[in-house]
């Protein structure tokens, strides 16, 4: 319930024009007042409810000082929130006995130095109040109706974080069950104070029921779901006591986000989604300070640390060639954290582009080629997999350098090795380089021009010079096993090198064409073309 304070009623018009004086009890002017009150009686304590504000000309208050210390601490008892008296009916000034009794108890009394109509100030405060009600209910059921909209839609954790943010006005922490920073919404003061040394804070932070005020952090935290889901909780800053609406927004929020993560299928998706996130904004903005904050607080160790980008292709068996691509990538990406996990490597990892893209966090000390190939041997344990690393960097914001070269080399295998665990720049050579550089517009017309003349022949006349060409430089050392892969004679394919020749007017042994020609075929397979 909405209430005002001591102090605030004194601020108010009607009352400041009776020219009200503190004269005790100012340490407990922040009293709520629930409503107001005039009476004379001595015994009117009794009649009183806890938070009224009592207004009184003392004509019936008794005259010894014992009967006026009684008088004091029966509305201390009954927690009445204060007593004003109207001065020049009963007392010029009010008693020193009741002045310090009010003080020893912090009972706030007020004088008031004017004549005032006590019907005119009971009104105007109760006005107040119940203003202050409505205000609250309203912004109540807009609580309410943003979260039951956001339900209805099955709105995500970003639009329910935004939400919360929004009818909060403070900073707004979603953490996962470890403690970690999953997602944040900055408010009007500096985030980063705010979410300094936060693991370590919030596992001091124990709650006692569904929703804790910590007073020592300034947080009002709330569990999502019930206590044994252990999904974490939501964290809304609130440095004083929070009022019954912050924590109707906090609750809400938690609710919706516990909802949301019923109706997921797996139970880690706000960290995969988080992930996804960091790993395309260090893609897209790798030197962006709040990206590089927010891998930090995702866990991700980025001082003294290598950094290397690895991508992971699912394979599938023959039998499974028909299975949807998703479920493949899900298990990938369950082996591929499951294994860092073992191996105690701090790792983003997410889908992208039908592969598994991760960004590993590799002790200074130790090597990153064999931490790599650890964690790819135990992906490949349980999900085939083709694995490309990129070179290690030792800064965040080189991050996209080592991802980037990561997705080069896998696709730059055209034929897996399955006794090579992972590849690497070196180990693609040409193709790499095409893969490199395949973004270049002028690749593209290098290889369009090469092929186009033996491309329009075999449009025209299906003479399959491509093919046979393919089949020259796959195999340079034996035509006939050229001819062999195309099941073909070897006197038909010396026939159709030839036309070749007579085509492209220039000759198969001169060692630039057919260079030419195999980086043009190369990039055909690499989908550079």
Not at 155 to 166: K, S, V
Not at 261 to 276: C, F, G, K, P
Not at 416 to 441: F, K, M, S, Y
Not at 458 to 481: F, I, M, N, T
Request: charged share 30%; net charge negative; glycine share 6%.
């Amino acid at each position: 319930m909405a209430q005002l304070t001591v102090a605030e009623v004194l601020r108010m018009p009607a009352v400041r024009q009776a020219g009200p004086e503190v004269v005790a009890g100012a340490a407990g002017l922040d009293r709520p007042v629930q409503w107001v009150h005039s009476g004379e009686p001595a015994d009117i304590a009794s009649v009183l409810r806890g938070g009224d504000l009592l207004l009184t000309t003392g004509i019936a208050l008794p005259d010894s000082d014992d009967e006026l210390r009684a008088f004091a601490t029966s509305l201390s008892d009954g927690e009445v929130a204060g007593l004003v008296i109207e001065l020049g009916r009963r007392w010029r000034d009010v008693p020193p006995t009741l002045v310090a009794a009010c003080d020893e108890l912090g009972l706030p009394l007020i004088a008031l130095a004017r004549e005032a109509r006590f019907a005119a100030l009971a009104q105007a405060v109760g006005e107040r109040i119940v203003d202050e009600q409505l205000d609250e209910l309203r912004d109540a059921q807009r609580v309410h109706d943003t979260f039951t909209e956001l339900t209805i839609t099955e709105a995500g954790p970003r639009e329910i974080l935004d939400a919360a943010q929004r009818l909060a006005g403070v900073a707004v922490v979603l953490e996962g069950e470890d403690h970690r920073v999953s997602d944040y919404r900055s408010g009007p003061d500096d985030i980063g104070s705010f979410l300094a040394d936060w693991t370590e804070r919030s596992s001091r932070v124990r709650l006692e029921g569904r929703t804790t005020w910590d007073r020592t952090q300034g947080w009002l935290v709330t569990r999502l779901g019930r206590r044994e889901r252990r999904w974490g909780r939501l964290v809304i800053e609130s440095p004083t006591e929070p009022p019954q609406r912050l924590i109707a927004v906090a609750e809400r929020a938690a609710a919706a986000l516990a909802l949301h993560r019923l109706h997921e299928r797996d139970r880690d998706s706000q960290v995969r989604r988080t992930h996804h996130e960091l790993l395309h904004g260090l893609l897209n903005e790798p030197g962006n300070e709040e990206i590089q904050l927010r891998c930090e607080l995702a866990g991700l160790v980025t001082k003294q640390r290598h950094l290397v980008g690895l991508t992971l292709r699912p394979v599938l068996d023959a039998h499974d060639a028909s299975r949807p691509a998703t479920p493949a990538l899900d298990e990938l990406i369950a082996a591929t954290v499951h294994a860092a996990h073992e191996l105690k490597v701090p790792v983003l990892a997410s889908q992208s582009d039908g592969d598994v893209r991760a960004l590993l966090s590799v002790a200074a000390s130790a090597d990153p080629s064999g931490e790599v190939d650890a964690l790819v041997a135990r992906v490949r344990r349980r999900h085939p997999a083709i694995a490309g690393a990129g070179r290690p960097v030792g800064r965040l914001s080189e991050a996209d350098q080592t991802l980037k070269e990561s997705a080069h080399v896998v696709s730059s295998v055209r034929t897996p090795d399955p006794a090579r665990l992972v590849h690497r720049l070196e180990d693609v050579h040409l193709r790499g380089l095409l893969t490199l550089l395949g973004d270049d517009d002028r690749v593209r017309l290098f290889c369009e021009r090469e092929l186009r003349q033996l491309r329009e022949h075999d449009a025209q006349w299906g003479s399959g010079l491509v093919e046979a060409l393919r089949a020259l430089v796959e195999h340079p050392a034996s035509k006939s096993l050229a001819a062999a892969s195309l099941h073909v004679s070897r006197g038909a394919f010396y026939d159709r090198l030839a036309k070749i020749e007579r085509v492209l007017g220039a000759s198969l042994n001169d060692p630039d064409i057919r260079v030419s020609l195999h980086v043009a075929l190369i990039a055909e397979d690499l989908e550079i073309h």
